[in-house]
């Protein structure tokens, strides 16, 4: 393939001091190939950044449009003078072979206008391969990749990055547990004569796994984070090659079966095209475009053959206790204890079905009746898996619980499971080894809850008495049966809260008392005066169901009763205090001095009454009382 | 003043009453009842006494299907189930008459021979003090405590609210119970949660096993032995029960293979 395409000659500008040059990458493309056409401007002192204006291309010219594909910006300082040096990166493709030209570009940077070099490139046929290429051990096993971006380049790739399965068989027995592995095989020398980057490969897009519907699988190989290559060689040839996938499957129906192919997108790399944006590049430089994570490439789908698959029916009839496991096994027993006390202990008597296949799908045997063994419950079931050798190689596991019913030597026969060879194509028995047991003697009873009633020993089962008690066991205690409780039934919640509700009322009843004695002790006086005038009207009204009696007596107490309130009112004591004493002081509080004279006036007749004694009728003295109810009243307002 | 001292006085003399009346059996309908039960209790006593534990089993069984709740009782069955080899119902039982008498040296002494290793409770070295102060009494006992404390505290803090000069020993003395009111209180919550909150089953039969999910088509997390106590945890099927593994791990079980304590 010659090498056609140039740099045709580099632009100046007048002063010699900016240079413009273009040039595209690879130098050699293919049709459908993407190219990268870059413009550099390298000026030592520009003020703004260059604009570009990219030459047309006609329609027919067999060349597509040009997209950006980012602009990065270097600045070199060289004995204290700053060069920057732009790179304006454009991607298109060609759609035939055969010589092409691109026109100058112009850049306009800082008022002045500068072209580029012409660019003439040669495009080549593309590489044809076929399968004769491959090595014959490859023949109808690869699948041609898929390259939307260049279909062209499809036909060019075949053989050089392919997904390979392998499978066990294609033949394989109904119930049949075989593997299937998946490998994606890259030539790398023939990637590169494709200008793909095998060494800058990376995953994108959606995995296409095979659904598998009609097996049962188990994965044993999930698909890997990151691809780790070894290198194979198939007939002088030599492949890159990653496992992908692997899955033990066992088909659920006879008959033809086919398998998906299996698909793997991946992003190539392009040899020789521009290097990936750095994050050290200006990103102010083309907002719009600069993507980071963004690689010149191209999208290739590797991809696997289908599989057909022809599941053969087992041989008919099967024996009667074939256990459904289809493959090569191998069927052990061991009990977790040989030397057992009848009647207590519990015996784990354990078979484990071994080997590549399904034992996963195998049913539990049939124990034989054995003497002095009793069964306590079903088997208890559990499967494990593990590859060797490549092989997956499963075992299933079954938990016999037993518990032996009299002394002496007990001898567990051989436990036999019927499975189909897959080295033999028979059916085969497979049995276990003898197992002895020696039973002691036991304190329990012979007679245990079987199988259907061993989860809940019933009380009314028949026991023989226990020929030694346990000694070490504390006596039970022989008092009197002593009732208790330990939840607080409703008849205790009230009454705890009766005491609750008590002891809070005494707090509150308290603190209520506290409360009137702290505002008492603030205001003594209006305390006393509102205690005066409550006892007052308390007297008063006593006063009138007594009056008509004695008219002296009824006086006399009005007097005293109004002395002691007057009293109280003035902060005085009512022995001490005349007539006089209780106006004048009236006067200050000003009470009104009629009021004053009513009072002196009714005070004068109680008086009066006292040492003169006059007998008043029952309405004068009903009169007197009114009055004296009036004057309290009335100065009771009064500060 | 004069109220309150009358009103102490009736709360003392219905707490005697109170006291009383829980002494008092409060199961049966009857004294008469009663004393067939006791009667009852004494034949199984003596049929253990002849070593005759197929009966006394029965005897005692019989009393519990009429409802008595006895720590006596419980530890009786315990005890004769552990005669009789059955190691998940002497555990039950000895862990019923636990939770009735936390403090029982008989209970904890059998119990200690028949579980199996693991049961046994290990708080964590710091809470140990703490742990073994709650278990000191139930929480119906830590309930009355409470109450009681409360009580003084109100008595106290009305004495203080009546007599403003009172003395220092009253003041001392309403602080104290104060604090010791919220310690009591603290410790009947606890006693609460562990009472009645954490439920736990005992294993009954000697081949049972803890699946992941609610069928025993799940993978088997655990086979525990008879008479091992596992956390239960809500869950509402009739035929499982959710407890916790020793591991932590949560797990099903059948439930007839277990009882709740």
């Not at chain 1, 107490?557 to 002691?564: D, F, P, S």
């Not at chain 1, 006036?601 to 109680?606: A, F, G, R, T």
Request: charge should be neutral.
């Amino acid at each position: 393939m010659a090498l056609l395409a140039a740099v045709a000659g580099v632009g100046y500008s007048q002063q010699d001091l900016c240079k413009v040059s273009a040039l595209i990458a690879p130098r050699n493309p293919v049709p459908g190939e993407p190219i990268v056409y870059s413009v550099q401007v390298d000026c030592p002192s520009l003020q703004e950044t260059p604009l570009v204006q990219l030459p047309d291309l006609a329609p027919d010219s067999g060349l597509s449009e040009f997209k950006p594909a980012g602009t990065t910006t270097q600045i070199q300082v060289i004995n204290g003078q700053m060069r920057k040096i732009y790179e304006f990166r454009y991607s298109f493709a060609a759609s035939k072979p055969g010589e092409f030209e691109i026109p100058p570009a112009t850049v306009a940077a800082d008022g002045q206008i500068f072209e580029s070099n012409r660019v003439r490139f040669h495009v080549s046929q593309t590489p044809q391969s076929s399968s004769a290429e491959l090595p014959p051990e490859l023949n109808n096993l690869v699948a041609p990749p898929r390259v939307p971006e260049a279909p062209q380049l499809e036909k060019g790739l075949f053989g050089k990055i392919f997904i390979l399965p392998v499978i066990e068989t294609t033949q394989p027995l109904s119930g049949q547990q075989i593997l299937l592995s998946y490998h994606l095989f890259i030539d790398p020398e023939g990637l590169k004569s494709a200008r793909l980057n095998p060494g800058r490969i990376r995953g994108t897009g959606e995995i296409q796994v095979p659904q598998l519907k009609e097996f049962l699988k188990e994965e044993l190989y999930g698909l890997p984070q990151n691809l780790r290559f070894e290198e194979q060689i198939i007939n002088s040839r030599r492949y890159a090659v990653a496992p992908l996938y692997q899955v033990a499957v066992t088909p659920t129906r006879t008959g033809h079966i086919v398998i998906e192919p299996f698909r793997l997108p991946l992003r190539f790399g392009l040899i020789g095209a521009a290097r990936r944006p750095s994050l050290f590049d200006s990103p102010f430089d083309d907002l719009l475009l600069f993507d980071p994570f963004d690689e010149e490439g191209i999208t290739v789908t590797a991809q696997s053959i289908p599989l057909e698959l022809d599941v053969q029916a087992l041989p008919k009839p099967a024996p009667p206790d074939f256990c459904g496991a289809v493959g090569t096994f191998t069927l052990s027993a061991s009990v977790d204890k040989d030397h057992v006390t009848a009647n207590e202990d519990v015996i784990r008597l354990r078979l484990v079905l071994e080997g590549e296949g399904n034992a996963a799908v195998a049913s539990p045997p049939s124990l034989p009746a054995i003497d002095g063994i009793q069964l306590l419950e079903e088997p208890k079931t559990s499967t494990s898996k593990k590859v060797n050798n490549n092989k997956l190689v499963t075992s299933k596991t079954f938990d016999f619980y037993l518990r032996a019913t009299r002394s002496g030597k007990v001898v567990i026969p051989p436990v036999s499971m019927t499975v189909f060879d897959t080295k033999n194509y028979r059916y085969e028995s497979l049995k276990t080894q003898e197992i002895t047991l020696t039973v002691a003697p036991g304190t329990n009873t012979s007679v245990l809850t079987a199988l259907t009633t061993a989860t809940l020993p019933s009380p009314t089962s028949p026991r023989e008495p226990a020929s030694a008690p346990r000694k070490e066991l504390r006596y039970i205690h022989e008092g009197e049966l002593a009732l208790e409780d330990s939840q607080v039934n409703a008849r205790e919640t009230l009454f705890l809260a009766l005491i609750a509700a008590a002891s809070t009322a005494i707090a509150v009843v308290s603190l209520i008392v506290s409360v009137v004695r702290r505002r008492r002790m603030q205001d003594p006086y209006a305390y006393k005066k509102g205690q005066a005038y409550r006892k007052f009207v308390d007297r008063l009204n006593s006063l009138k169901r007594s009056a008509g009696t004695n008219s002296t007596a009824f006086c006399e107490q009005i007097a005293e009763v109004l002395r002691e309130y007057l009293a109280a009112l003035l902060r005085g004591e009512p022995s001490a205090m005349t007539t006089e004493e209780i106006c004048n002081g009236l006067a200050e509080r000003n009470v009104p001095e009629e009021k004053i004279v009513q009072l002196r006036q009714l005070l004068e007749k109680c008086d009066s009454a006292r040492y003169a004694p006059i007998a008043y009728s029952q309405s004068e003295l009903m009169e007197l009382l009114e009055k004296a109810r009036q004057i309290v009243e009335e100065t009771s307002a009064c500060d | 003043m004069r109220l309150i001292v009358h009103l102490i006085v009736f709360m003392v003399i219905v707490s005697l009453n109170g006291s009383l009346v829980n002494a008092a059996p409060q199961h049966t309908s009857s004294a008469h009842d009663w004393e067939m039960m006791d009667e009852v209790f004494q034949k199984a006593n003596e049929a253990y006494r002849q070593k005759d534990f197929h009966t006394a089993e029965r005897l005692y069984k019989d009393l519990l299907t009429s409802n008595v709740v006895s720590a006596d009782l419980y530890y009786n069955l315990g005890t004769t189930c552990a005669q009789l080899g059955k190691t998940g119902e002497a555990v039950l039982y000895l862990e019923k008459a636990l939770k009735l008498r936390p403090h029982s040296e008989d209970v904890l002494a059998n119990l200690n021979i028949v579980s199996p290793p693991g049961n046994v409770e290990e708080p964590f070295i710091l809470i140990q003090p703490f742990y073994y102060i709650m278990r000191l009494l139930t929480f119906r006992q830590w309930l009355w405590a409470c109450v009681i404390c409360y009580g003084a505290v109100m008595i106290l803090l009305s004495i203080r609210l009546l007599n403003e000069r009172s003395e220092r020993a009253v003041r001392v003395l309403l602080r104290s119970s104060l604090v010791l009111f919220i310690v009591i209180s603290c410790f009947a919550a606890w006693s609460y949660y562990h009472t009645h909150q954490l439920r736990y089953v005992v294993v009954i039969s000697p081949a049972a096993s803890v699946y992941s999910g609610p069928s025993q088509t799940f993978t088997r997390l655990l086979t525990p032995s008879e008479g091992q106590k596992l956390r239960l945890l809500p869950y509402d099927d009739p035929e499982w029960r959710r407890v916790v593994l020793p591991t932590g791990q949560y797990g099903f079980i059948r439930n007839d293979v277990v009882r709740e304590i």
